[in-house]
Protein backbone atom coordinates (compact mmCIF):
# COMPACT_ATOMS: atom_id res chain seq x y z
CA UNK A 1 0.00 0.00 0.00
CA UNK A 2 1.54 3.48 -1.18
CA UNK A 3 1.40 6.46 1.36
CA UNK A 4 -1.48 8.31 0.03
CA UNK A 5 -3.90 4.95 0.48
CA UNK A 6 -2.13 4.56 3.99
CA UNK A 7 -2.59 8.06 5.29
CA UNK A 8 -6.47 7.34 3.51
CA UNK A 9 -6.99 4.44 5.00
CA UNK A 10 -5.69 6.04 8.54
CA UNK A 11 -8.33 8.84 8.29
CA UNK A 12 -11.30 7.05 7.69
CA UNK A 13 -10.04 4.62 10.60
CA UNK A 14 -10.09 7.71 12.86
CA UNK A 15 -13.22 9.30 11.79
CA UNK A 16 -14.80 6.15 12.50
CA UNK A 17 -13.73 6.24 15.63
CA UNK A 18 -15.25 9.17 16.46
CA UNK A 19 -18.82 9.21 14.53
CA UNK A 20 -21.31 12.43 15.19
CA UNK A 21 -19.14 13.31 18.44
CA UNK A 22 -15.84 14.55 19.51
CA UNK A 23 -16.61 13.22 23.33
CA UNK A 24 -16.36 9.52 22.10
CA UNK A 25 -14.19 8.33 25.20
CA UNK A 26 -16.93 10.25 27.82
CA UNK A 27 -19.53 9.08 25.50
CA UNK A 28 -18.74 5.05 25.27
CA UNK A 29 -17.83 2.52 27.37
CA UNK A 30 -14.73 -0.76 26.55
CA UNK A 31 -16.07 -4.31 25.50
CA UNK A 32 -13.14 -6.92 25.08
CA UNK A 33 -13.81 -9.56 22.66
CA UNK A 34 -11.73 -12.75 22.12
CA UNK A 35 -11.93 -15.41 19.17
CA UNK A 36 -10.15 -18.76 18.97
CA UNK A 37 -10.44 -19.54 15.44
CA UNK A 38 -8.29 -22.26 16.06
CA UNK A 39 -10.80 -24.93 17.92
CA UNK A 40 -13.62 -24.58 15.11
CA UNK A 41 -16.50 -27.08 16.23
CA UNK A 42 -19.70 -27.89 15.29
CA UNK A 43 -20.91 -26.71 11.87
CA UNK A 44 -22.58 -23.20 12.08
CA UNK A 45 -25.69 -24.79 10.55
CA UNK A 46 -27.14 -21.83 8.30
CA UNK A 47 -30.23 -21.64 10.43
CA UNK A 48 -31.49 -18.14 9.16
CA UNK A 49 -31.96 -19.54 5.42
CA UNK A 50 -36.21 -19.47 6.04
CA UNK A 51 -38.52 -17.06 4.96
CA UNK A 52 -42.20 -15.95 4.66
CA UNK A 53 -45.75 -13.97 4.03
CA UNK A 54 -48.90 -13.97 4.41
CA UNK A 55 -49.51 -12.75 0.65
CA UNK A 56 -48.41 -15.51 -1.90
CA UNK A 57 -49.52 -13.29 -4.82
CA UNK A 58 -46.71 -10.35 -3.98
CA UNK A 59 -44.11 -12.99 -5.03
CA UNK A 60 -44.30 -12.46 -8.58
CA UNK A 61 -44.71 -8.66 -8.73
CA UNK A 62 -42.38 -6.24 -9.71
CA UNK A 63 -40.59 -5.60 -6.04
CA UNK A 64 -40.89 -9.46 -5.14
CA UNK A 65 -39.08 -10.84 -7.93
CA UNK A 66 -36.58 -8.60 -7.17
CA UNK A 67 -36.36 -9.57 -3.35
CA UNK A 68 -36.77 -13.53 -4.37
CA UNK A 69 -34.07 -12.99 -6.50
CA UNK A 70 -31.58 -11.51 -3.25
CA UNK A 71 -32.97 -14.09 -1.53
CA UNK A 72 -31.80 -16.91 -3.76
CA UNK A 73 -28.55 -15.55 -3.57
CA UNK A 74 -27.67 -15.50 -0.14
CA UNK A 75 -27.17 -19.28 -0.40
CA UNK A 76 -28.48 -20.48 -3.74
CA UNK A 77 -30.53 -23.65 -3.39
CA UNK A 78 -30.77 -23.75 0.71
CA UNK A 79 -33.38 -20.93 0.37
CA UNK A 80 -36.82 -21.50 1.70
CA UNK A 81 -39.87 -19.61 1.64
CA UNK A 82 -43.34 -20.27 3.11
CA UNK A 83 -46.94 -18.98 2.57
CA UNK A 84 -49.93 -18.97 3.57
CA UNK A 85 -53.17 -18.66 1.20
CA UNK A 86 -51.80 -21.13 -1.05
CA UNK A 87 -54.65 -23.02 -1.82
CA UNK A 88 -57.14 -20.09 -1.48
CA UNK A 89 -59.90 -19.14 -4.18
CA UNK A 90 -59.81 -16.25 -5.77
CA UNK A 91 -58.51 -14.55 -8.56
CA UNK A 92 -54.77 -13.77 -7.46
CA UNK A 93 -55.74 -10.07 -6.67
CA UNK A 94 -53.54 -9.48 -3.60
CA UNK A 95 -54.01 -8.00 -0.78
CA UNK A 96 -52.81 -7.08 2.89
CA UNK A 97 -52.90 -10.61 5.17
CA UNK A 98 -54.76 -12.35 1.64
CA UNK A 99 -53.86 -13.93 -1.08
CA UNK A 100 -55.30 -16.91 -3.79
CA UNK A 101 -54.72 -19.19 -6.73
CA UNK A 102 -57.95 -20.60 -7.24
CA UNK A 103 -56.02 -24.34 -7.17
CA UNK A 104 -59.68 -26.21 -6.56
CA UNK A 105 -63.48 -24.93 -7.66
CA UNK A 106 -66.19 -27.64 -8.29
CA UNK A 107 -68.48 -27.51 -11.51
CA UNK A 108 -72.18 -28.18 -10.86
CA UNK A 109 -72.06 -31.91 -10.04
CA UNK A 110 -70.08 -30.70 -7.42
CA UNK A 111 -66.90 -32.66 -9.24
CA UNK A 112 -63.60 -31.07 -8.63
CA UNK A 113 -61.92 -28.70 -11.07
CA UNK A 114 -58.31 -28.18 -10.30
CA UNK A 115 -55.79 -24.80 -11.74
CA UNK A 116 -52.49 -24.68 -11.25
CA UNK A 117 -51.54 -21.70 -12.96
CA UNK A 118 -51.13 -19.05 -10.34
CA UNK A 119 -49.73 -21.77 -7.86
CA UNK A 120 -47.65 -22.55 -10.43
CA UNK A 121 -46.28 -18.81 -11.16
CA UNK A 122 -45.51 -18.76 -7.48
CA UNK A 123 -43.32 -21.56 -7.47
CA UNK A 124 -41.40 -21.03 -10.40
CA UNK A 125 -40.58 -17.27 -9.38
CA UNK A 126 -38.62 -19.32 -6.14
CA UNK A 127 -37.40 -21.95 -8.31
CA UNK A 128 -36.32 -19.51 -11.30
CA UNK A 129 -34.17 -17.84 -8.18
CA UNK A 130 -32.93 -20.40 -6.38
CA UNK A 131 -35.00 -20.59 -3.80
CA UNK A 132 -37.37 -23.42 -2.63
CA UNK A 133 -40.78 -24.05 -1.21
CA UNK A 134 -41.66 -24.30 1.98
CA UNK A 135 -45.36 -25.86 1.34
CA UNK A 136 -47.95 -24.86 3.64
CA UNK A 137 -51.02 -26.82 2.57
CA UNK A 138 -53.90 -24.24 3.56
CA UNK A 139 -55.87 -22.56 3.83
CA UNK A 140 -59.46 -24.16 2.89
CA UNK A 141 -61.06 -23.61 -0.77
CA UNK A 142 -64.40 -21.95 -0.74
CA UNK A 143 -65.96 -25.33 -2.30
CA UNK A 144 -64.77 -27.43 0.38
CA UNK A 145 -65.34 -25.02 3.42
CA UNK A 146 -68.25 -26.18 5.74
CA UNK A 147 -68.82 -22.45 6.02
CA UNK A 148 -67.90 -20.79 3.05
CA UNK A 149 -69.46 -17.45 3.44
CA UNK A 150 -68.31 -14.71 4.21
CA UNK A 151 -64.95 -15.85 2.33
CA UNK A 152 -62.36 -13.31 1.32
CA UNK A 153 -62.05 -10.79 3.92
CA UNK A 154 -61.19 -7.34 3.96
CA UNK A 155 -59.53 -6.49 6.85
CA UNK A 156 -56.66 -3.25 6.64
CA UNK A 157 -54.74 -2.05 9.33
CA UNK A 158 -56.53 -1.08 12.66
CA UNK A 159 -59.61 -2.95 11.65
CA UNK A 160 -60.21 -5.83 14.56
CA UNK A 161 -57.71 -8.46 13.37
CA UNK A 162 -60.49 -11.17 13.89
CA UNK A 163 -61.88 -9.98 11.05
CA UNK A 164 -59.24 -11.91 9.17
CA UNK A 165 -60.61 -15.52 10.19
CA UNK A 166 -63.25 -16.34 7.38
CA UNK A 167 -64.69 -18.94 5.54
CA UNK A 168 -60.98 -20.27 4.54
CA UNK A 169 -60.32 -20.89 8.02
CA UNK A 170 -62.75 -23.98 8.70
CA UNK A 171 -62.57 -27.65 8.29
CA UNK A 172 -63.49 -29.20 4.69
CA UNK A 173 -66.81 -30.54 4.06
CA UNK A 174 -65.58 -33.66 2.51
CA UNK A 175 -61.83 -34.81 3.91
CA UNK A 176 -61.36 -37.47 1.20
CA UNK A 177 -62.14 -34.72 -1.23
CA UNK A 178 -59.61 -32.66 0.69
CA UNK A 179 -56.66 -35.53 0.49
CA UNK A 180 -57.44 -35.67 -3.11
CA UNK A 181 -56.56 -32.36 -3.95
CA UNK A 182 -53.06 -32.44 -1.64
CA UNK A 183 -52.43 -35.67 -4.05
CA UNK A 184 -53.66 -34.05 -7.13
CA UNK A 185 -51.04 -31.12 -6.26
CA UNK A 186 -47.96 -32.91 -5.04
CA UNK A 187 -48.47 -35.01 -7.90
CA UNK A 188 -48.69 -31.80 -10.34
CA UNK A 189 -45.42 -30.73 -8.88
CA UNK A 190 -43.77 -34.05 -8.69
CA UNK A 191 -44.66 -33.84 -12.87
CA UNK A 192 -43.32 -30.12 -13.26
CA UNK A 193 -40.50 -30.03 -11.29
CA UNK A 194 -39.18 -33.64 -10.64
CA UNK A 195 -38.67 -36.20 -7.82
CA UNK A 196 -35.10 -34.86 -7.35
CA UNK A 197 -36.71 -31.33 -6.55
CA UNK A 198 -39.84 -31.83 -4.55
CA UNK A 199 -37.82 -34.09 -1.94
CA UNK A 200 -36.22 -31.30 -1.13
CA UNK A 201 -39.31 -29.60 -0.11
CA UNK A 202 -41.39 -29.04 3.10
CA UNK A 203 -44.72 -29.96 3.28
CA UNK A 204 -46.70 -28.76 6.58
CA UNK A 205 -50.62 -28.47 6.92
CA UNK A 206 -51.98 -25.31 7.50
CA UNK A 207 -50.92 -22.32 9.96
CA UNK A 208 -51.52 -21.84 13.58
CA UNK A 209 -54.34 -24.57 14.21
CA UNK A 210 -54.25 -23.73 18.05
CA UNK A 211 -55.51 -19.78 17.37
CA UNK A 212 -58.15 -18.47 15.42
CA UNK A 213 -56.09 -19.50 11.93
CA UNK A 214 -58.26 -22.88 12.48
CA UNK A 215 -62.00 -23.01 13.00
CA UNK A 216 -62.03 -26.40 14.17
CA UNK A 217 -61.07 -28.74 17.02
CA UNK A 218 -57.63 -30.11 17.80
CA UNK A 219 -58.76 -33.31 16.89
CA UNK A 220 -60.09 -32.02 13.68
CA UNK A 221 -56.83 -30.31 12.66
CA UNK A 222 -55.38 -33.66 13.41
CA UNK A 223 -57.87 -35.20 10.82
CA UNK A 224 -57.14 -32.49 8.26
CA UNK A 225 -53.31 -32.97 8.84
CA UNK A 226 -53.32 -36.99 8.57
CA UNK A 227 -55.57 -36.90 5.18
CA UNK A 228 -53.27 -33.79 3.46
CA UNK A 229 -50.01 -35.97 4.56
CA UNK A 230 -51.37 -39.16 3.21
CA UNK A 231 -52.10 -37.11 0.06
CA UNK A 232 -48.71 -35.98 -0.36
CA UNK A 233 -47.18 -39.27 0.32
CA UNK A 234 -49.60 -40.85 -2.17
CA UNK A 235 -48.00 -39.13 -5.04
CA UNK A 236 -44.60 -39.12 -3.74
CA UNK A 237 -43.89 -41.58 -0.49
CA UNK A 238 -40.43 -39.64 0.04
CA UNK A 239 -41.82 -36.61 0.34
CA UNK A 240 -40.73 -34.52 3.81
CA UNK A 241 -43.61 -34.18 5.92
CA UNK A 242 -44.28 -32.26 8.89
CA UNK A 243 -45.91 -29.68 11.71
CA UNK A 244 -47.66 -28.73 13.26
CA UNK A 245 -46.40 -24.72 12.56
CA UNK A 246 -48.61 -23.38 15.88
CA UNK A 247 -48.43 -20.23 17.28
CA UNK A 248 -46.13 -20.51 20.06
CA UNK A 249 -45.33 -23.63 22.28
CA UNK A 250 -48.05 -24.35 24.12
CA UNK A 251 -46.89 -27.48 25.74
CA UNK A 252 -49.90 -29.19 26.03
CA UNK A 253 -51.23 -28.66 22.26
CA UNK A 254 -48.06 -29.47 20.71
CA UNK A 255 -47.31 -32.34 22.85
CA UNK A 256 -50.39 -33.64 21.66
CA UNK A 257 -50.08 -32.95 18.55
CA UNK A 258 -47.00 -34.95 18.44
CA UNK A 259 -48.54 -37.96 20.46
CA UNK A 260 -51.19 -38.38 17.53
CA UNK A 261 -47.99 -38.39 15.23
CA UNK A 262 -46.10 -40.89 16.85
CA UNK A 263 -48.82 -43.12 18.34
CA UNK A 264 -52.64 -42.06 17.80
CA UNK A 265 -54.74 -43.79 15.20
CA UNK A 266 -54.38 -41.95 11.65
CA UNK A 267 -57.50 -40.83 10.13
CA UNK A 268 -57.02 -41.21 6.70
CA UNK A 269 -54.91 -45.09 7.08
CA UNK A 270 -56.32 -46.35 9.97
CA UNK A 271 -53.09 -47.53 10.86
CA UNK A 272 -50.68 -46.04 14.18
CA UNK A 273 -49.21 -42.58 13.90
CA UNK A 274 -48.54 -40.63 10.97
CA UNK A 275 -45.34 -39.51 9.27
CA UNK A 276 -43.46 -37.08 11.09
CA UNK A 277 -40.01 -35.57 9.66
CA UNK A 278 -39.79 -32.13 10.88
CA UNK A 279 -41.41 -30.55 13.69
CA UNK A 280 -41.99 -27.03 13.85
CA UNK A 281 -43.57 -23.97 16.02
CA UNK A 282 -43.54 -20.19 15.96
CA UNK A 283 -41.96 -17.89 18.60
CA UNK A 284 -42.56 -14.07 18.76
CA UNK A 285 -41.30 -11.23 20.56
CA UNK A 286 -43.60 -8.36 22.49
CA UNK A 287 -42.78 -4.84 21.52
CA UNK A 288 -44.21 -2.38 22.90
CA UNK A 289 -44.76 1.57 23.25
CA UNK A 290 -43.16 3.34 26.59
CA UNK A 291 -43.33 6.89 26.78
CA UNK A 292 -41.92 8.03 23.55
CA UNK A 293 -40.04 4.95 22.39
CA UNK A 294 -40.40 1.37 21.05
CA UNK A 295 -39.04 -1.33 24.18
CA UNK A 296 -38.62 -4.41 22.78
CA UNK A 297 -39.33 -8.14 24.21
CA UNK A 298 -36.77 -9.83 23.03
CA UNK A 299 -37.30 -12.36 26.78
CA UNK A 300 -41.02 -13.48 25.00
CA UNK A 301 -39.40 -14.91 21.92
CA UNK A 302 -36.52 -16.91 23.23
CA UNK A 303 -38.67 -17.87 26.07
CA UNK A 304 -40.97 -19.72 23.85
CA UNK A 305 -38.15 -21.34 21.93
CA UNK A 306 -36.82 -22.53 24.77
CA UNK A 307 -40.28 -24.26 25.68
CA UNK A 308 -40.67 -25.54 22.63
CA UNK A 309 -37.13 -26.98 22.30
CA UNK A 310 -37.76 -28.62 25.85
CA UNK A 311 -41.45 -30.06 24.73
CA UNK A 312 -39.60 -31.68 21.57
CA UNK A 313 -36.63 -32.88 23.46
CA UNK A 314 -38.83 -34.54 25.92
CA UNK A 315 -40.05 -37.39 23.25
CA UNK A 316 -36.61 -39.63 23.11
CA UNK A 317 -38.25 -40.36 19.13
CA UNK A 318 -37.80 -37.42 18.19
CA UNK A 319 -33.52 -36.64 19.25
CA UNK A 320 -32.79 -36.58 15.70
CA UNK A 321 -35.39 -35.07 14.16
CA UNK A 322 -35.01 -31.44 12.74
CA UNK A 323 -36.54 -28.36 14.30
CA UNK A 324 -37.98 -25.74 12.24
CA UNK A 325 -38.98 -22.26 14.11
CA UNK A 326 -41.58 -21.94 11.18
CA UNK A 327 -42.33 -18.20 11.95
CA UNK A 328 -39.62 -16.70 14.37
CA UNK A 329 -40.06 -12.53 14.94
CA UNK A 330 -39.76 -9.66 17.67
CA UNK A 331 -43.96 -9.69 17.25
CA UNK A 332 -47.10 -11.18 15.14
CA UNK A 333 -48.47 -9.05 12.25
CA UNK A 334 -46.43 -7.85 9.44
CA UNK A 335 -49.27 -5.72 7.59
CA UNK A 336 -50.10 -4.50 11.08
CA UNK A 337 -48.78 -0.96 12.09
CA UNK A 338 -48.91 1.52 15.17
CA UNK A 339 -46.08 2.99 17.37
CA UNK A 340 -45.52 0.09 19.29
CA UNK A 341 -44.03 -0.97 15.32
CA UNK A 342 -42.00 1.79 14.85
CA UNK A 343 -38.60 0.06 15.08
CA UNK A 344 -38.58 -1.91 11.63
CA UNK A 345 -37.65 0.37 9.62
CA UNK A 346 -33.87 0.87 10.84
CA UNK A 347 -31.30 -0.21 13.17
CA UNK A 348 -33.36 -1.63 16.00
CA UNK A 349 -34.73 -4.91 13.64
CA UNK A 350 -31.14 -5.81 12.42
CA UNK A 351 -29.75 -5.35 16.44
CA UNK A 352 -32.52 -7.05 17.17
CA UNK A 353 -32.45 -10.14 14.36
CA UNK A 354 -28.22 -10.34 15.22
CA UNK A 355 -28.77 -10.96 19.01
CA UNK A 356 -31.78 -13.16 18.59
CA UNK A 357 -30.59 -15.56 16.20
CA UNK A 358 -27.24 -16.20 18.21
CA UNK A 359 -29.46 -16.99 21.17
CA UNK A 360 -31.65 -19.40 19.63
CA UNK A 361 -28.20 -21.64 18.72
CA UNK A 362 -27.41 -21.62 22.26
CA UNK A 363 -30.95 -22.50 23.61
CA UNK A 364 -30.99 -24.97 20.73
CA UNK A 365 -27.10 -26.34 22.30
CA UNK A 366 -28.82 -26.32 25.58
CA UNK A 367 -31.15 -28.64 24.91
CA UNK A 368 -29.30 -31.29 22.67
CA UNK A 369 -31.98 -30.57 19.88
CA UNK A 370 -31.56 -30.94 15.72
CA UNK A 371 -32.21 -26.72 15.17
CA UNK A 372 -32.31 -26.46 11.37
CA UNK A 373 -33.94 -23.79 10.92
CA UNK A 374 -35.78 -19.90 12.33
CA UNK A 375 -38.23 -18.48 9.52
CA UNK A 376 -38.23 -14.87 9.18
CA UNK A 377 -41.87 -14.06 8.65
CA UNK A 378 -41.33 -10.66 6.58
CA UNK A 379 -40.88 -9.96 2.73
CA UNK A 380 -42.16 -6.95 0.99
CA UNK A 381 -45.78 -5.55 0.31
CA UNK A 382 -46.17 -3.91 -2.92
CA UNK A 383 -47.26 -0.69 -4.08
CA UNK A 384 -47.17 0.88 -0.59
CA UNK A 385 -45.54 3.68 0.58
CA UNK A 386 -42.28 3.86 0.46
CA UNK A 387 -40.37 2.70 4.63
CA UNK A 388 -44.67 2.51 5.58
CA UNK A 389 -44.08 0.97 8.83
CA UNK A 390 -44.71 -2.86 7.62
CA UNK A 391 -42.25 -5.81 9.27
CA UNK A 392 -40.36 -6.33 5.64
CA UNK A 393 -36.56 -6.73 4.79
CA UNK A 394 -37.48 -4.03 1.95
CA UNK A 395 -39.63 -1.50 0.46
CA UNK A 396 -40.54 -0.96 -2.97
CA UNK A 397 -37.34 -2.59 -3.80
CA UNK A 398 -35.06 -1.26 -1.57
CA UNK A 399 -33.35 -3.31 1.02
CA UNK A 400 -34.00 -2.37 4.91
CA UNK A 401 -30.85 -2.79 7.53
CA UNK A 402 -32.56 -5.92 8.41
CA UNK A 403 -32.02 -7.53 4.94
CA UNK A 404 -28.13 -6.96 5.38
CA UNK A 405 -28.02 -9.29 8.55
CA UNK A 406 -28.99 -11.88 6.40
CA UNK A 407 -26.32 -11.13 3.91
CA UNK A 408 -23.83 -10.73 7.18
CA UNK A 409 -25.03 -14.69 8.11
CA UNK A 410 -24.27 -15.56 4.13
CA UNK A 411 -20.74 -14.45 4.60
CA UNK A 412 -20.42 -17.35 7.52
CA UNK A 413 -19.65 -20.39 7.19
CA UNK A 414 -17.45 -23.80 8.41
CA UNK A 415 -17.43 -25.03 12.73
CA UNK A 416 -18.53 -22.40 14.84
CA UNK A 417 -15.61 -21.20 17.47
CA UNK A 418 -15.17 -20.02 20.73
CA UNK A 419 -16.03 -16.13 21.09
CA UNK A 420 -17.12 -14.27 24.19
CA UNK A 421 -17.41 -10.93 25.21
CA UNK A 422 -17.23 -9.19 28.24
CA UNK A 423 -20.16 -7.37 27.36
CA UNK A 424 -22.88 -9.95 26.48
CA UNK A 425 -25.94 -10.03 28.73
CA UNK A 426 -26.04 -13.58 29.73
CA UNK A 427 -28.41 -16.37 28.56
CA UNK A 428 -30.70 -16.91 31.25
CA UNK A 429 -30.60 -13.50 31.87
CA UNK A 430 -32.07 -12.50 29.04
CA UNK A 431 -34.32 -14.74 29.31
CA UNK A 432 -35.58 -13.76 32.60
CA UNK A 433 -35.50 -10.21 31.84
CA UNK A 434 -34.59 -9.12 28.59
CA UNK A 435 -31.82 -6.56 27.78
CA UNK A 436 -33.37 -3.75 29.96
CA UNK A 437 -30.60 -2.40 31.68
CA UNK A 438 -26.82 -2.46 29.97
CA UNK A 439 -26.80 -3.22 26.47
CA UNK A 440 -25.98 -6.27 24.86
CA UNK A 441 -22.62 -6.53 22.75
CA UNK A 442 -22.15 -10.16 21.86
CA UNK A 443 -20.45 -12.20 19.54
CA UNK A 444 -20.93 -15.36 16.68
CA UNK A 445 -18.06 -16.80 15.05
CA UNK A 446 -16.98 -19.06 12.33
CA UNK A 447 -14.23 -20.50 10.86
CA UNK A 448 -13.69 -21.79 7.68
CA UNK A 449 -10.95 -22.42 4.95
CA UNK A 450 -8.64 -20.25 6.46
CA UNK A 451 -11.17 -17.36 6.92
CA UNK A 452 -12.96 -16.55 10.21
CA UNK A 453 -16.27 -14.94 10.37
CA UNK A 454 -16.81 -12.49 13.48
CA UNK A 455 -20.43 -10.73 14.18
CA UNK A 456 -21.11 -8.66 16.43
CA UNK A 457 -23.74 -6.59 17.67
CA UNK A 458 -24.49 -3.48 20.16
CA UNK A 459 -28.74 -4.57 21.30
CA UNK A 460 -30.75 -2.93 23.97
CA UNK A 461 -33.95 -3.25 23.88
CA UNK A 462 -34.98 -0.07 24.33
CA UNK A 463 -34.85 1.73 20.95
CA UNK A 464 -32.82 4.90 22.93
CA UNK A 465 -29.45 6.71 21.86
CA UNK A 466 -26.90 5.42 24.08
CA UNK A 467 -23.25 4.93 24.10
CA UNK A 468 -21.39 3.51 21.56
CA UNK A 469 -19.39 0.27 23.06
CA UNK A 470 -15.35 0.73 22.20
CA UNK A 471 -14.28 -3.12 20.96
CA UNK A 472 -10.70 -4.85 21.80
CA UNK A 473 -11.03 -7.60 19.53
CA UNK A 474 -8.61 -10.28 20.08
CA UNK A 475 -8.12 -13.05 17.34
CA UNK A 476 -6.19 -16.05 18.00
CA UNK A 477 -5.58 -19.64 16.29
CA UNK A 478 -4.72 -17.90 13.21
CA UNK A 479 -1.68 -19.29 11.07
CA UNK A 480 1.42 -18.86 13.18
CA UNK A 481 3.71 -18.40 9.78
CA UNK A 482 1.65 -15.48 8.99
CA UNK A 483 2.52 -11.79 9.75
CA UNK A 484 -0.62 -10.22 9.01
CA UNK A 485 -4.23 -10.93 7.98
CA UNK A 486 -6.40 -9.18 5.63
CA UNK A 487 -9.23 -7.68 7.59
CA UNK A 488 -12.89 -6.63 6.08
CA UNK A 489 -15.15 -5.08 8.48
CA UNK A 490 -18.97 -4.95 6.88
CA UNK A 491 -21.36 -2.70 9.30
CA UNK A 492 -25.24 -1.44 9.33
CA UNK A 493 -25.45 1.44 11.18
CA UNK A 494 -26.72 4.88 10.75
CA UNK A 495 -24.41 5.59 8.07
CA UNK A 496 -24.02 1.92 6.37
CA UNK A 497 -26.21 -0.46 5.03
CA UNK A 498 -28.79 1.85 5.92
CA UNK A 499 -31.48 2.77 2.86
CA UNK A 500 -33.72 4.23 6.09
CA UNK A 501 -31.45 6.65 6.84
CA UNK A 502 -30.27 7.59 3.73
CA UNK A 503 -33.91 8.18 2.89
CA UNK A 504 -34.22 10.65 6.02
CA UNK A 505 -31.24 12.60 4.80
CA UNK A 506 -32.86 12.91 1.77
CA UNK A 507 -36.47 14.82 3.31
CA UNK A 508 -38.26 11.37 3.00
CA UNK A 509 -39.28 11.87 -0.36
CA UNK A 510 -42.19 10.73 -1.17
CA UNK A 511 -41.52 9.61 -4.27
CA UNK A 512 -37.74 9.50 -5.06
CA UNK A 513 -36.78 10.39 -8.30
CA UNK A 514 -34.65 8.01 -10.79
CA UNK A 515 -31.27 9.37 -8.98
CA UNK A 516 -32.64 9.62 -6.12
CA UNK A 517 -33.90 6.31 -6.14
CA UNK A 518 -30.45 4.86 -7.53
CA UNK A 519 -28.79 5.93 -4.31
CA UNK A 520 -30.88 4.82 -2.01
CA UNK A 521 -30.87 1.47 -3.83
CA UNK A 522 -26.81 1.70 -3.24
CA UNK A 523 -27.49 2.53 0.58
CA UNK A 524 -29.64 -0.31 1.10
CA UNK A 525 -26.59 -3.05 0.30
CA UNK A 526 -24.36 -4.40 2.47
CA UNK A 527 -21.33 -1.55 2.96
CA UNK A 528 -17.80 -1.84 4.35
CA UNK A 529 -16.11 0.70 6.01
CA UNK A 530 -13.29 1.16 4.08
CA UNK A 531 -11.60 -0.99 1.85
CA UNK A 532 -9.92 -4.10 3.02
CA UNK A 533 -6.80 -3.48 5.22
CA UNK A 534 -3.82 -5.49 6.67
CA UNK A 535 -3.46 -5.91 10.16
CA UNK A 536 -0.52 -7.38 12.02
CA UNK A 537 -0.60 -11.09 13.23
CA UNK A 538 2.36 -12.23 15.72
CA UNK A 539 2.67 -15.77 16.79
CA UNK A 540 -1.33 -16.39 14.98
CA UNK A 541 -3.33 -13.56 17.02
CA UNK A 542 -4.67 -10.37 15.50
CA UNK A 543 -5.60 -7.60 17.30
CA UNK A 544 -8.51 -5.02 16.34
CA UNK A 545 -9.93 -2.07 18.10
CA UNK A 546 -13.43 -0.05 16.79
CA UNK A 547 -15.98 1.42 18.07
CA UNK A 548 -19.77 -0.38 17.56
CA UNK A 549 -22.64 2.66 18.03
CA UNK A 550 -26.10 1.22 19.93
CA UNK A 551 -27.97 -0.83 17.78
CA UNK A 552 -24.81 -1.37 15.25
CA UNK A 553 -23.75 -5.06 13.36
CA UNK A 554 -20.58 -5.91 12.52
CA UNK A 555 -19.12 -8.35 10.35
CA UNK A 556 -15.15 -8.77 10.57
CA UNK A 557 -14.00 -11.26 7.69
CA UNK A 558 -10.15 -12.37 8.69
CA UNK A 559 -8.18 -13.88 6.45
Known amino acids: ?76 GQVFFRTHNLLNTGDGTPALKWGSTNVY ?54 FPYEEVYTGWAYPPKDYGKWSELIYQWARHCLEKYGREEVERWYWETWNEANIPYWKGTPAEFHKLHDHAVAGVRRALPTARVGGPDMAGSDPAFLKDFLEHCLRGTNHATGGKGTPIDFVSFHAKGSPKFVGDHVQMGIAAQLRTIEQGFATIASFPELKNVPIVIGESDPEGCAACQGPQLAYRNGTMYSSYTAASFARKYDLADRHGVNFEGALTWAF ?12 QLATNGLDLPVMNVFRMFAKMAGGRVPAV ?81 AWKRMGAPVAPDRKQYAELEAAGRLTSIGPPSRTVVRTGVARLSFSLPRQGVSLLIVE
Request: proline share 7%; aromatic share 10%; net charge negative.
Open 1 to 76: MNFGKRLQSTIAALLFLTPCSLLLAADSFPVTIRVDAGRPQAQLKPVWRFFGADEPNYAYMKDGRKLVGELGELLP
Open 105 to 158: TEDNQGRPVYDWRIVDLIFDTYLHRKVRPYVEIGFMPQALSIRPEPYKHEWRPG
Open 380 to 391: TFEDQPYFAGFR
Open 421 to 501: SSGAVPLDAILAGGVRTTADVGVLASRAAGRTSIMLWHYHDDDLPGPDALVDLEVSGLDTAADAALVTHYRIDADHSNAYA
